[in-house]
């Protein structure tokens, strides 16, 4: 069985502070992980993915994540946000053979001006 | 190269009503996932289709089904429509099924509404 946790469904920053949208998975074998972003009344873009080879991944738009398998996390973070990056954002997990995704909640970003 | 299209953007239907909904995936892309999203539940997962086979199913009701054509292009169909099946339905294609690295690339949805 694999889930994910996206604790809080609201974040609030300010122009130019750091972002940091928290996830954290359950798989009981080696997860592949994705953060998407939605804008309002569209579809879901990739932002980036983990798929073992670096723990450390570089997405669009100055995102990344860092895996960290013995917290079972996988957070996204960004130096400094921009207007533009107010949205909806989902972590999702795929594990196991033949395995769907499987979603978060999903965190609502705001950036104040 | 053209993303997902999903048909139509949106959707008033009424209660007991059927409803088909239809995704054309990038082309080249051999399989089409189908998801809801609700502001209470989130997005779930309906089912995936690959090669005009369910390769895999969510936990939905019977009423909800799909299928998969030999261009990859798909539909699902929900039957006797309920209040609760008001939702944006988003589709998903990837190049192959069961590569769990391969990105799934998102279409707009539709926005269906049962009153």
């Known amino acids: 069985a694999q889930s994910v946790t996206q604790l809080g469904s609201h974040v609030s920053v300010s122009e130019g502070a750091l972002v940091l949208l928290r996830c954290n998975y359950s798989?009981?074998?080696?997860?592949?992980l994705f953060w998407y972003v939605q804008y309002p009344n569209q579809g879901l873009q990739l932002l980036l993915k983990y798929t073992s080879a670096a723990t450390l991944v570089k997405g669009i738009n100055g995102f990344e994540a860092e895996f960290k398998k013995s917290e079972t996390s996988f957070h996204l973070t960004k130096p400094s946000a921009h207007m533009s990056d107010a949205a909806e954002y989902f972590c999702a997990v795929r594990s196991g053979a033949n395995s769907k995704l499987t979603f978060g909640k999903g965190i609502t970003l705001s950036v104040r001006p | 190269k053209a993303g997902v299209t999903q048909t139509p953007r949106y959707l008033i239907k009424t209660r007991g009503q059927q409803v088909t909904l239809s995704c054309s995936p990038i082309s080249g892309h051999r399989s089409v996932s189908w998801y809801q999203q609700t502001p209470g539940q989130g997005l779930q997962f309906l089912f995936e289709?690959?090669?005009?086979?369910?390769?895999n199913k969510g936990n939905f009701p019977g009423r909800f089904s799909g299928r998969q054509f030999s261009n990859s292009r798909s539909e699902m169909n929900v039957s006797t429509l309920e209040l609760g099946d008001s939702a944006l339905y988003l589709c998903?294609?990837?190049?192959?099924?069961?590569?769990?690295?391969?990105?799934?690339?998102f279409g707009p949805g539709t926005r269906l509404t049962v009153t």
């Open positions: 998903a294609s990837s190049l192959e099924a069961g590569v769990l690295s391969y990105e799934q690339y």
């Open positions: 798989s009981s074998v080696p997860p592949y």
């Open positions: 289709y690959f090669s005009e086979t369910q390769r």
